[in-house]
């Protein structure tokens, strides 16, 4: 056979040779990767965003409950302390931190989680990295080998070939050379793009699981602070309780001697009771002119509804309110066997006591009726509302017609008259007979 007869035949079977389609399993195996990172990071992404509400709960919740701690401190200071709702504050702010804590334990979990799962993330990406490289490195090889065969003629391979069909098969991919690497490079250069993308979203991850870890951490350090407030607020109730306790022991001490004969108690009630109406019949000229001055200089308290008008008039435990009560030595009133005028509040002697509102002095001084004289003030306020300061010592910070501000002190705290302990008898007056009314309505 001629040589140009070979040649023709040569190129004959070489053009009827298909060109195979580029497949590699490393790159379809990198696509399945990035896909499976992707889902990863999707899944990494709603970790985070239910980590980022459990610190934002947490935070309000921390919040509220400092501002339970916040008031129950300003609350347990003085007498404004109504024990019962501060315990139940107290307990609730307990309950809460307990939830708060739980909450915490959770977030940590999850962010525990989220860091195994980001690693994972990031290993992947590594890999992904160390594939691309291969390929790249095995493309450049590819491409030095086709620059080699380029620069060998036709001629030369089927000269120096072994045998027909290996220059059959070496011709046949040289020929594929340019568009299969074509499609290489570019699988490689969108492999490459979509792990730039993922990688960015990685570092970004990162970062905000960082924040969230410093916010964690945060939490966790205010929960030890209000746990520390909560601690403190617990032991100031137990010794407030414990005061109020004492004091009305001593009060129960002394009446159930008294009452023990009920007959010598009813008396007593009794005596007590034309006592005081003898003292507002003295006075009651005196405080209905004091009322009209008060009135004009200060325009007067409103009788009803005006609730946070006056300020507590000293500082101490309250051990008997106002209302029915079952301590013998309080007169009858309406329904109610025995009534309490006032508010009783109890502290050591000297305590200072001040004007619950602006008002003129209308009577400072011992009840000259009483078989043992209490000390006491009445402050006419205007608008028919009086106070009454009962069991003072006798002290005489201000006189009968002085007008006094709201704050300012009239007395010291003490145990005069048919006092059982060191307390306050603090009474309000409304209209023109002066009817004890609930101080509450009136006070913060």
């Not at 790159?27 to 990494?44: G, V």
């Amino acid at each position: 056979m001629s040589w140009s007869r070979l040649l023709v035949l040569l190129f004959v079977v070489i053009l009827a040779i298909p060109v195979i389609p580029p497949s590699s399993v490393e790159a379809a195996s990198l696509k399945d990767q990035i896909a499976a990172a992707k889902e990863r990071q999707a899944a990494l992404t709603r970790s985070i965003e239910r980590s980022e509400r459990l610190v934002s709960q947490l935070k309000s919740e921390e919040a509220q409950t400092q501002r339970d701690l916040t008031q129950t401190e300003e609350d347990l200071k003085d007498i404004r302390a109504d024990q019962v709702a501060v315990k139940a504050r107290i307990e609730q702010v307990q309950e809460r931190l307990d939830r708060i804590e739980a909450r915490h334990v959770e977030l940590v979990d999850e962010q525990r989680q989220t860091d195994f799962t980001l690693g994972l993330l990031e290993q992947e990406l590594a890999n992904g990295e160390a594939d691309l490289k291969a390929r790249r490195q095995a493309l450049g090889l590819r491409l030095a080998e086709a620059y080699r065969s380029e620069t060998t003629t036709l001629l030369e391979q089927v000269f120096t070939a072994e045998s027909f069909s290996d220059v059959l098969t070496d011709t046949s991919a040289f020929l594929s050379y340019g568009d299969h690497d074509a499609q290489l490079a570019q699988q490689i250069a969108q492999d490459q793009q979509a792990l730039d993308s993922l990688r960015l979203l990685t570092t970004s991850t990162r970062l905000r699981t960082d924040q969230l870890r410093r916010e964690t951490l945060a939490t966790q350090a205010k929960v030890v602070e209000l746990r520390e407030q909560l601690r403190q607020a617990k032991q100031r109730l137990a010794k407030l309780e414990a005061r109020t306790e004492q004091a009305r022991d001593r009060q129960r001490a002394a009446i159930v001697r008294i009452a023990a004969n009920k007959k010598q108690a009813m008396a007593m009630v009794k005596k007590q009771q034309d006592a005081r109406n003898k003292l507002m019949r003295s006075i009651r000229s005196k405080v209905a002119a004091m009322q009209a001055r008060a009135s004009a200089q200060f325009g007067g308290v409103a009788p009803t509804g005006s609730s946070g008008r006056f300020d507590w008039p000293t500082r101490g435990a309250i051990t008997q309110g106002y209302g029915c009560t079952g301590y013998y030595i309080n007169p009858p009133r309406g329904s109610c066997p025995h009534f309490h005028d006032g508010i009783d509040i109890a502290n050591s002697s000297g305590t200072p006591i001040y004007a619950a509102a602006s008002g003129v002095v209308a009577f400072i001084g011992w009840n000259p009726y009483e078989y043992n004289p209490a000390f006491m003030a009445v402050i006419a306020h205007g608008g028919g509302i009086s106070t009454l300061y009962g069991h003072m010592l006798a002290t005489y910070p201000v006189s009968v017609g002085q007008s006094v501000r709201k704050g300012q002190r009239i007395g010291s705290m003490g145990n005069t008259g048919g006092s059982f302990g060191t307390h306050l008898h603090f009474e309000v007056w409304a209209g023109g007979e002066w009817t004890p009314v609930n101080p509450y309505a009136y006070l913060p």
